[in-house]
């Protein structure tokens, strides 16, 4: 699992990483460049509860099956394949449904980077509450 | 006769207790769940989970959840001024079969059951039913964490 290549990016001050099988495309909003609709999009600030205001400049296209789905990021950073970061579960006290796309954490020695299951994320109860509807402005 | 149940219910508890004190609270808890004392750990926070949690650490190759500070300030009706940043010693707890840490100030003493003036009557508990009141030592009241009820709050309850 931790040699697993992951994106790694940053939200609302928080790290996480996505097994890259699930990322599609990422785009630079701030390029200037035309941005393909990719499904629905969903505030995954929202969805985690760690929500903050942002211009968020990054979107994150994701592909799970045969659904597309994508979400803006505060940043994003290289692919990493965490081979020298520690694994850990995610605390078994803590557990809850609420909370099972949140696989475990990579500690690289400075801090805990989420990782997060992109199908749990779909098939949570949270995602359908955290949609973007096309054209919503975004809070 | 009294008495007698009371050294009844005395004989079943731990005989040793870490004392330590969160502001200029005493608090109390069974020596044998205390696993490890460590100072100055960076805690991170999680989403999606209760806000009892501050956040995890890393500790011996696991994500240790950490019991927020507020818990036991909030029963104590306590208010941490926010220049004093929250408590830098961390013990961690053997409960519910993991590993809890908690937060606090400083280690008072590890102390013998016959060392603290027990209460006569029951033992009230505090808001919240996290802490409950349970003697004096050192001329100080003296709190005892109820493991049982901090494992349910951390569990969402």
Redesign the interface.
């Known amino acids: 699992m931790a040699e697993q290549a992951h994106l790694v990016f940053r939200l609302a001050g ?1 790290s996480f990483a996505l097994d890259i099988r699930s990322v599609a495309k990422i785009h630079d909003l701030a390029a200037g460049t035309e941005v393909p609709a990719w499904g629905e999009e969903l505030d995954l600030a929202r969805y ?3 929500e903050e205001e942002s211009r968020r400049p990054f979107r994150v296209d994701v592909s799970v099956g045969d659904q597309a789905w994508c979400f803006r990021a505060d940043a994003v950073e290289d692919i990493q394949g965490f081979g020298l970061a ?1 694994v ?7 557990r ?1 449904e ?2 099972r796309a ?1 696989q ?2 990579f ?1 690289d020695g400075l ?2 980077i ?1 990782q997060v299951d992109a199908a749990a994320i779909m098939s949570s109860a949270r995602f359908g509450a955290s949609h973007l509807r096309d054209g919503e402005p975004r809070a | 006769m009294a008495n007698l149940e009371r050294k009844g219910a005395l004989a079943a508890e731990p005989d040793s207790w870490l004392v330590f004190a969160i502001g200029s609270a005493s608090l109390a808890v069974d020596l044998i769940r205390v696993v490890e004392i460590q100072e100055g750990r960076d805690i ?7 806000p009892k ?1 501050l956040g ?1 650490a ?1 500790w011996r ?5 950490v019991l927020s500070p507020a818990v036991f300030e909030e029963a104590l009706g306590q208010v941490r001024p926010q220049v004093a940043g929250r408590p830098e010693l961390l013990a961690v707890l053997e409960m ?1 079969g ?1 590993w ?1 840490g908690i937060l606090f100030d400083r280690i008072v003493r590890v102390v013998r059951t016959e060392e603290i003036e027990l209460r006569e009557e029951p033992n009230p508990l505090l808001q919240s039913g996290v802490l409950e009141l349970w003697g004096r030592y050192r001329d100080h009241a003296l709190y005892r964490l109820n493991l049982e009820r901090i ?1 349910e709050r ?3 309850g």
């Open positions: 928080y985690f509860g760690v520690v850990l579960a995610f605390p078994p006290m803590l809850t609420e909370n949140i475990g954490f500690f801090r805990f989420h | 991170f926070p999680v989403p999606l989970v209760t949690i995890a890393y190759d696991q994500a240790l959840p519910g993991g809890l494992l951390v569990r969402g």
